[in-house]
């Protein structure tokens, strides 16, 4: 069954309700008076459609339908959510509210993005709206603090699990909720910071995303505290560092005056530090770094990875009937699988690691690549012989079977730390002139390193397995 949603103004918010929607497969009807609504929503759309669906491995439900509406009343009309996400001003979301209790669905839910504002005042007309407050970029992040009717706060917690997503009721009503309370006060401290000369706008950031904001990914404030508390717990942590909540630490409590000097100041900063890329750049550079701290979450089932597990799990499946050394390291956590084994796509992933190493070693390295010519695979062959773990240390030789012409092919051979061989992974690679996208003879240079390697494994015993292909019925 469709479900419809009207997402009432779609900028940055309202444009991020949009896609996550949408992209769950719910019909989105959006009202925004701004001419440049539409145009602005597809580029939201474009990123969160090569985003999204990454932080999966099941497929997304089909998109629904997105429809723009110059009437807020057809654009009401059945939906089981409306989500307002129109500028702070109260007496605009009153005026807003009025409209989808006169023209909405009488038991459609009412959500208000607000960032500060409290349900009893937007409801002091005679609302029913409750607080549905989400995180940028919308699509991506979880999180959506809801405020508000119990009852309300219940049905919309199962409408937006169903979509992804980890709603909050928060216990009571308050002035900027939970999140940008929280948000407010690092805000403050660091604004200080700034002005008095203690860091810049770039230094403040490195701190966080270096630091305490990964271990606030996934464990947020407390539970980190209470690791650094140690074997004695929390208590410990608590009588160790509480007296410093005494100490002149912050200027929490003593806001600077917002003076065009230090708006300037701030501005000028951040210029300095992002200023040479474009917002939907930042945006792709921040949606990929959260793909992948999200994926890597995945893996524990911890924060915002066990929304996503949780999400997939329910989603249908789909039902379809004397050589060099070119690696040496250890086997990552990230590469094993559910039995604690290395995973086979890795196997592949450390031969291609190989292969790289090995054009590096002919002279097909990044500046050949960058001059418009490179080697393409395709065509591997893997034999998986033995099983490797985390923590394993990984070894590849690579034997050159022939090195003529166009064409590379190559003999790798994974060993574990005794020596024995792990798998085997033949690969054919293909000489390509980058600007033709054709074959090509590699350069001089290139096919002399490579004949020389060629010559030197020339009388090497042959694989026993180059060439073969899969065998069955023994």
């Known amino acids: 069954m469709t479900h419809k949603v009207a997402i009432i103004g779609g900028g940055v918010i309202g444009g991020g309700w949009v896609a996550r929607f949408l992209l769950n497969g719910w019909d989105v009807a ?3 008076p701004d001419p440049e ?9 474009s990123n969160a459609r090569r985003s999204l669906p990454s932080l999966y491995d099941k497929a997304l439900p089909p998109e629904g339908s997105l429809r723009f509406h110059d009437d807020i009343g057809p654009a009401l009309d059945g939906a089981v959510w409306v989500q307002e996400s129109v500028p702070e001003r109260l007496e605009l979301k009153h005026k807003i509210h009025s409209q989808i209790v006169n023209l909405g669905p009488a ?10 504002f409290k349900p009893s005042e937007l409801n002091a007309h005679g609302g029913r709206v409750i607080v549905a407050h989400p995180f940028n970029p919308v699509y991506l992040l979880p999180l959506v603090e809801l405020v508000g009717d119990g009852q309300t706060c219940a049905r919309a917690s199962d409408l937006l699990r169903a979509v992804g997503m980890y709603p909050l009721t928060v216990r009571k009503e308050i002035d900027a909720h939970i999140g940008d309370r929280l948000l407010e006060a690092v805000w403050r401290e660091g604004l200080w910071l700034i002005k008095d000369g203690i860091c810049t706008t770039e230094e403040l950031d490195e701190v966080i995303r270096m630091g305490f904001g990964l271990r606030w990914a996934q464990m947020g404030l407390f539970e980190t505290y209470r690791i650094a508390g140690g074997e004695a717990g929390m208590k410990h942590f608590m009588a160790q560092f509480g007296p410093a909540l005494e100490w002149p630490w912050t200027k929490l409590m003593d806001v600077p005056e917002f003076t065009d000097e230090l708006v300037d100041l701030i501005a000028d900063q951040s210029d300095a530090q992002s200023g040479h890329m ?16 999200m994926r890597a979450l995945k893996k524990t089932g911890s924060g915002a990875g066990g929304v996503l597990n949780a999400h997939e799990a329910a989603l249908p499946q789909a039902i379809t009937r004397d050589l060099p050394v070119t690696v040496d390291r250890t086997v990552p956590q990230s590469w094993t699988d559910y039995n604690g084994h290395m995973n086979e796509a890795h196997y592949v992933e450390a031969s291609a690691q190989a292969t790289d190493r090995f054009m590096e070693m002919i002279g097909a390295d990044a500046e050949y690549v960058a001059g418009g010519q490179s080697y393409f695979t395709v065509e591997n062959h ?10 394993d240390r990984l070894t590849i030789t690579t034997q050159v079977l022939m090195g003529e012409g166009k064409r590379l ?5 994974l060993l574990t730390a005794a020596g024995d061989v792990a798998a085997t992974v033949e690969t054919m690679l293909l000489h390509v002139d980058l600007t033709t996208r054709r074959t090509s003879l590699p350069s001089e240079a290139v096919a002399e390193r490579l004949g020389q390697f060629a010559r030197n494994h020339a009388d090497l015993p042959r694989p026993e397995s180059a060439g073969r292909g899969i065998e069955g019925g023994k």
């Not at 609504?37 to 759309?45: G, M």
């Not at 474009?278 to 701290?293: H, K, P, T």
């Not at 893997?382 to 923590?391: A, K, R, T």
């Not at 092919?409 to 051979?413: I, N, P, S, T």
């Open 30 to 32: 959006v009202f925004d």
């Open 37 to 45: 609504a539409e145009r602005k929503i597809s580029e939201v759309l």
């Open 107 to 116: 038991d459609a839910i009412i959500g208000s993005s607000t960032s500060g």
């Open 278 to 293: 474009s917002i939907r750049a930042l945006e792709r550079l921040r949606d990929d770094n959260l793909v992948g701290m």
């Open 382 to 391: 893997v034999c998986y012989l033995d099983e490797m773990n985390e923590g």
């Open 409 to 413: 092919h190559l003999f790798h051979r």
